[in-house]
T-cell receptor
């Protein structure tokens, strides 16, 4: 099956710093990538949808200036949490779609962000 | 906004028992998806359902797309310890492009 990787798997940072998380599709071209956030014991909440070469579409309530998304190539999307604060601590998960339908959405292993 | 409800919220069962969980919505979906998430991992797709009334199996797992298109259930037969995890249903509407809506999840614990 299709493989999606995320890097780093865990990151701890100080409040006020920025953190970049990478999402890569390893064996297929991802025309669309999705970024989710998951708090403990809660479901996945979609943050934004990104298409290669165009601006990301953010869900209501998600600050686009705080969560910068770049989908520069068909195999890489990045999420940058700018000026991170403790309330941004969460599990961030990306998924990638080959564009052939929603059932082709493959998830990465997630990145655990802890902001001190 | 759109919401999915899942029941039960959590369940504790003996190894070997069958499991049943379901997902409901106040609105119609065109596709129902069932995912399993292990601790600290991303979700993995178990079963996808595309038509009302569709019944699909994947090994010991069976899922059905409700006739009203507002619900779906997932059954696991003869549970084993590795079935432990969080099971999420997710719905998709054709008008939502590739976006899916996730339910709150059902936590499954299997007692050996």
């Amino acid at each position: 099956g299709a493989v999606v990787s995320q890097h780093p798997s865990r990151v701890i940072c100080k409040s006020g710093t920025s953190v970049k998380i990478e999402c890569r599709s390893l064996d297929f071209q991802a025309t669309t990538m999705f970024w989710y956030r998951q708090f403990p014991k809660q479901s996945l909440m979609l943050m934004a949808t990104s298409n290669e070469g165009s601006k990301a579409t953010y869900e209501q309530g998600v600050e686009k200036d705080k969560f910068l998304i770049n989908h520069a190539s068909l195999t890489l999307s990045t999420l940058t949490v700018t000026s991170a604060h403790p309330e941004d601590s969460s599990f961030y998960i990306c998924s990638a779609s080959s564009g052939r339908g929603y059932n082709e959405q493959f998830f990465g292993p997630g990145t655990r962000l802890t902001v001190l | 906004g759109q919401q999915l409800n899942q029941s039960p919220q959590s369940m504790f069962i003996q190894e070997g028992e069958d499991v049943s969980m379901n997902c409901t919505s106040s609105s119609i979906f065109n596709t129902w998806l069932w995912y399993k998430q292990d601790p600290g991992e991303g979700p993995v797709l178990l079963i996808a359902l595309y038509k009302a009334g569709e019944l699909t199996s994947n090994g010991r797992l069976t899922a059905q797309f409700g006739i009203t298109r507002k619900d779906s259930f997932l059954n696991i037969s003869a549970s084993i310890p590795s079935d432990v995890g969080i099971y999420f249903c997710a719905g998709h509407k054709k008008t939502s492009y590739d976006k899916v809506i996730f339910g709150p999840g059902t936590s499954l614990s299997v007692i050996p």
